[in-house]
């Protein structure tokens, strides 16, 4: 049997499983789990940090969020870094802080 997370009233619930329930503030009856509420928090965290990243791209492109996934499309997108993009790590070839003088062999 299916349990519903949230529910108005025992009613609905088998008598052997009312005991799994809690009173709520906002529905009635809520089950009791033991990671709900860090579940919530990650969703609204997660929720949270996606809106200020959709506020940042549309106050740096000066476009709406299907625009720049319209122009995506085709190869057009926006420059929204404000940072340096990170160096090529390839086969050890960082950028030298300072040039080393030649010590080679004449």
Request: hydrophobic share 40%; with cysteine.
């Amino acid at each position: 049997m299916a349990l519903r997370l949230f529910e108005p009233n025992l009613a609905n619930v088998r008598a052997d499983f009312r005991s799994l329930y809690v009173a709520d503030v906002d529905h009635g009856y809520r089950l009791d789990l033991i990671d709900l509420d860090e579940f919530v928090g990650g969703l609204k965290r997660a929720l949270a940090a996606e809106r200020e990243l959709n506020k940042e791209i549309k106050a740096n492109s000066d476009g709406t969020l299907d625009g720049l996934a319209a122009m995506s499309v085709f190869g057009v997108t926006p420059n929204l870094a404000k940072t340096k993009p990170a160096p090529n790590v390839r086969a050890g070839l960082l950028p030298r802080k300072t040039p080393r003088p030649c010590t080679g062999a004449a």
